[in-house]
């Protein structure tokens, strides 16, 4: 019974195995896994089954290109090249450092509760200005913005927000209009200051009682929000203070190490520094 639940085991692990090493293709006997692919794709946070079919096959075609080449590269005794073996004893330095310092970095983690105390000691960081969320109608002459506030101007509340997105689609040249003329929320000196100076006098839920002009014509503004000055709450920022903190840590646990190396190594230079020129 025992052999048997082993044999079973054994045989789990070979076709789970197998699985996660799906060969793609193989080139004079040298197989091109998903694994490698994946591996190689890790980088830009893709995997080889997320990429549309041509992409897949083109990405393929490159990597057994890659494997021809190798193959002619090792065949023309490229390995005894002193120029690459030279290239590869560097790229085992730089490898062995990125390796290491990525194993650093997975180790270093800091808590929501190390994030928090940075927070509140810190809360003039995080502050936010004032903000409003506009909407807006671009049109070319002042004569046809005030006909436009004047047909507005029948409408309150919702109704008014209605209009406003209606008459933005059907009449506004600018970009926004396609959207009902949302510019979302946005801060002092974000937009041109004739508009930015009306849209911040404005209250919520009105439209400018007069156009608007900037260098891009003129603007019927419709103010759908309001925010003060603040400061952003610990869980809006809260992945930006641990991306910092864990940054710094792992910053400081290689200079740490880098110290500590100094003292214990043998070093010699054959480089004199002039004191006095680096002083100046």
Do not use: C
Request: aromatic content about 6%.
């Amino acid at each position: 019974m025992k052999l048997l639940k082993g044999v079973v085991l054994s045989s789990m692990l070979t076709i789970s195995s197998l699985i996660s090493a799906e060969v793609l293709a193989t080139v004079n006997g040298k197989a091109i896994s998903k694994e490698d692919v994946n591996t190689i794709l890790k980088a830009q946070r893709l995997t080889f089954d997320k990429l549309p079919k041509e992409q897949q096959k083109r990405l393929l075609d490159k990597l057994i290109e890659r494997e021809l080449l190798v193959d002619v590269a090792k065949k023309a005794g490229i390995e005894k090249d002193p120029e690459y073996v030279k290239a590869l004893n560097n790229y085992k330095k730089d490898l062995a450092i990125k390796v290491w310092m990525d194993k650093i970095y997975k180790r270093t983690l800091i808590s929501d509760s190390e994030a928090n105390k940075y927070y509140q000691s810190h809360k003039k960081e995080f502050s936010k200005p004032a903000r409003v969320h506009a909407r807006h109608i671009l049109v070319k002459t002042k004569e046809e913005a005030q006909k436009i506030i004047d047909e507005l101007s029948k409408y309150k509340g919702e109704e008014l927000k209605k209009k406003f997105i209606e008459l933005a689609k059907t009449k506004s040249v600018g970009p926004s209009g396609k959207n009902g003329g949302d510019l979302g929320y946005f801060g002092k000196g974000a937009m041109v200051k004739p508009f930015s100076d009306a849209a911040f006098s404005m209250k919520v839920g009105e439209i400018s009682k007069e156009p608007v002009k900037t260098q891009f014509g003129y603007h019927i503004i419709y103010l759908e929000d309001k925010k003060p000055e603040g400061v952003a709450s610990f869980e809006e920022v809260k992945d930006r203070i641990i991306n910092k903190m864990r940054q710094e840590q792992f910053s400081q646990t290689i200079k740490n190490t880098i110290e500590k190396e100094k003292k214990s190594a043998k070093i010699t230079t054959n480089i004199k520094v002039d004191d006095k020129n680096n002083s100046k």
